[in-house]
């Protein structure tokens, strides 16, 4: 029988074991900086209840917000609505990916009240930063892994 202790030093090693990154991962405390793979609507709904559980005193965070353009796009952002007090839409350096623009025709029909879109992460992390919001980065695993890379010249501490 595995003990519990034994599972959360493993779960608390997953990136260091595994090389895998980006699941609820918290790049800066202060001013909080997530960044997360989730790229359908479950994976969303798992990270909005772990943001209530563990930063209970954050109403509203912004999202900055790439995927795929075959994913449930309104899903996700159904799934983010109630937490977002900014949608920040980009494009990714992907043919299969959701043009910025489609991204915030679909939180307009959503009734999101504050959309910024730009044409790439990079331009869309700039913007982010400079607002000092707590800050999401989430919708797809390419997302994360062009945003880590900019992340990384901007000096955070990132490890990939």
């Known amino acids: ?7 959360e030093n493993g779960i608390k090693r997953l990136k260091e074991n595994t090389g895998f990154f980006g699941r609820i991962e918290l790049l800066r405390q202060n001013l909080p900086l997530i960044i997360d793979v989730s790229h359908n609507p479950a994976g ?31 899903a996700m952002l159904k799934e983010i609505k109630k ?18 623009t489609l991204l915030e025709e679909k939180a307009k029909e959503n009734g999101f009240p504050a959309i910024k879109k730009y044409g790439t992460v990079k331009d869309a992390l700039d913007y982010a930063l400079l607002e000092e919001k707590a800050t999401i980065i989430a919708g797809s695993f390419y997302l994360i892994e062009e945003a880590l890379v900019l992340l990384k010249e901007k000096n955070f501490a990132v490890n990939i």
């Open 44 to 74: 969303v709904k798992a990270l909005v209840e772990t943001l209530e559980l563990h930063f209970p005193n954050i109403e509203k965070w912004n999202f900055v917000l790439a995927c795929m353009a075959d994913k449930d796009i309104s």
């Open 83 to 100: 937490l977002c007090n900014e949608l920040i839409c980009c494009s990714l350096k992907i043919e299969r990916a959701a043009s910025e």
């Open 1 to 7: 029988m595995i003990k519990t202790k034994n599972i």
